[in-house]
T-cell receptor, first 114, second 117 residues
Framework: GENVEQHPSTLSVQEGDSAVIKCTYS??????FPWYKQELGKGPQLIID?????GEKKDQRIAVTLNKTAKHFSLHITETQPEDSAVYFC?????????????FGKGTLLTVNP | GAVVSQHPSWVICKSGTSVKIECRSL??????MFWYRQFPKQSLMLMAT?????????EQGVEKDKFLINHASLTLSTLTVTSAHPEDSSFYIC?????????????FGPGTRLTVT
């Protein structure tokens, strides 16, 4: 089955700096890669996703890049703010058909220091 | 759009009793819902996939007789933890996929904190 590795496990940055979180996946058939933000005591919130036919996607301060050949994808947050502090999870799945379960990375605790 | 709710948000029950958790998609119909559990400082672990009108598919190691799932309508799935024990204490989260499930997109509920005493 799919295996998703996520690094780093913790990341501390100063407000205004950029943060980058990286994930690798093992199943070359995976074609959907979402990123979730989870605040303490809450459910995960989908913040951005990318499909395998696209190399990069941006939404304001958040961007995701995908390298299918190397089987890795990254989350980039620019101009970080204290409210960006949370746990971020990457995930991968094969969308389409009946096998579209998400496999999650272990998460990255991002702390943005004011 | 794509709002998923859960009820209750937290529950405390005694060992040996059963607890039901509801998951609702509020503004879309979900043919498929997923149930996860999450222990402190860990990632989400998929327990089962719930399809409307059919039996749930459980992940390996998840006892289907202990975690009963019913997906009675396109907007409601329930998880019942039967004969709960302290080791069942966890954060239970559901997610729902909007129509056209081939997209793979899942929207998560706010979670239910279960404490078994």
């Amino acid at each position: 089955g799919e295996n998703v590795e996520q690094h780093p496990s913790t990341l501390s940055v100063q407000e205004g700096d950029s943060a980058v979180i990286k994930c690798t996946y093992s199943d070359s058939a995976s074609n959907y890669f979402p990123w979730y933000k989870q605040e303490l005591g809450k459910g995960p919130q989908l913040i951005i996703d990318i499909r395998s036919n696209v190399g990069e996607k941006k939404d304001q301060r958040i961007a995701v890049t995908l390298n299918k050949t190397a089987k890795h994808f990254s989350l980039h947050i620019t101009e970080t703010q204290p409210e960006d502090s949370a746990v971020y999870f990457c995930a991968a799945s094969r969308s389409g058909g009946s096998n579209y379960k998400l496999t999650f990375g272990k998460g990255t605790l991002l702390t943005v220091n004011p | 759009g794509a709002v998923v709710s859960q009820h209750p948000s937290w529950v405390i029950c005694k060992s040996g009793t059963s607890v039901k958790i509801e998951c609702r998609s509020l503004d879309f119909q979900a043919t498929t819902m997923f149930w996860y559990r999450q222990f402190p400082k860990q990632s989400l672990m998929l327990m089962a996939t719930s399809n409307e009108g059919s039996k749930a598919t459980y992940e390996q190691g998840v006892e289907k007789d202990k975690f009963l799932i019913n997906h009675a309508s396109l907007t409601l799935s329930t998880l019942t933890v039967t004969s709960a024990h302290p080791e069942d204490s966890s954060f239970y989260i559901c997610s729902a996929s909007p129509p056209g499930h081939a997209t793979g997109k899942q929207y998560f509920g706010p979670g239910t904190r279960l404490t078994v005493t």
